[in-house]
């Protein structure tokens, strides 16, 4: 449990393919082989170095693609950034709670952010678009573990949110966090 006073989480409403930070956590899928929303914006800005890195991932370590809820980093191409870390967010469900997998994708992106020694990681919103999840307990899920997981190196975690209805959403769940 680190001291939530130890990293600063902030939050900026924008595009994430725009932040000058050390991480940019992409909400991917599990082909790693890039689609709409972040995937396709982080692809589209990075160039093709990042598909590339992603291609060899798949032909390495993850045949099968990358699993829900975990995390791996490739080169950042030409976005202001050193690494892109991959994470595969839970389509949401009604029928099923999926909130550890949610939370599971902030941990394990954290974790493998420290271990390149980044200080500086911005996180989307992940599965809030194309997987569905309601905005409002995306928020909650991502603000709690971020709070309780981040840890040095990492000095700044960035919520980037894309509009304002997320902004306000993570607004209201970092302030009830005090
Ligand atoms: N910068 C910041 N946030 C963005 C951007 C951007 N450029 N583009 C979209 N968003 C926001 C969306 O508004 C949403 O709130 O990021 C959040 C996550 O949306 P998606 O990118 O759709 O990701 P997700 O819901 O996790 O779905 C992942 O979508 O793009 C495909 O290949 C991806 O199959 C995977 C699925």
Not at 84 to 102: Q, Y
């Amino acid at each position: 449990m680190s001291t939530p006073e130890a990293v600063r989480v902030t939050l900026v409403r924008g595009d994430i393919t725009q932040q000058s930070v050390d991480v940019v956590v992409n909400a991917a899928n599990s082909s790693l082989l890039g689609g709409g929303g972040v995937d396709g914006a982080i692809h589209r800005q990075g160039g093709p170095e990042i598909l590339a890195a992603c291609r060899e991932l798949r032909a390495s370590h993850y045949g099968k693609g990358l699993p829900t809820g975990k995390a791996v980093a490739t080169t950042a191409g030409s976005l202001d950034a050193r690494w892109v870390v991959h994470t595969v967010g839970p389509v949401w469900s009604s029928a099923e709670d999926r909130s550890a997998l949610l939370a599971s994708c902030y941990r394990e992106s954290l974790r493998v952010a420290a271990e390149l020694g980044a200080r500086t990681v911005a996180f989307p919103a992940i599965s809030t678009g194309i997987y569905g999840w309601p905005m409002d307990d995306g928020a909650r899920i991502a603000v709690r573990t971020v709070l309780a997981e981040a840890a040095a190196p990492v000095e700044e975690v960035r919520f980037v949110l894309f509009d304002a209805h997320a902004f306000v959403e993570f607004e209201e769940v970092l302030a009830a966090q005090g």
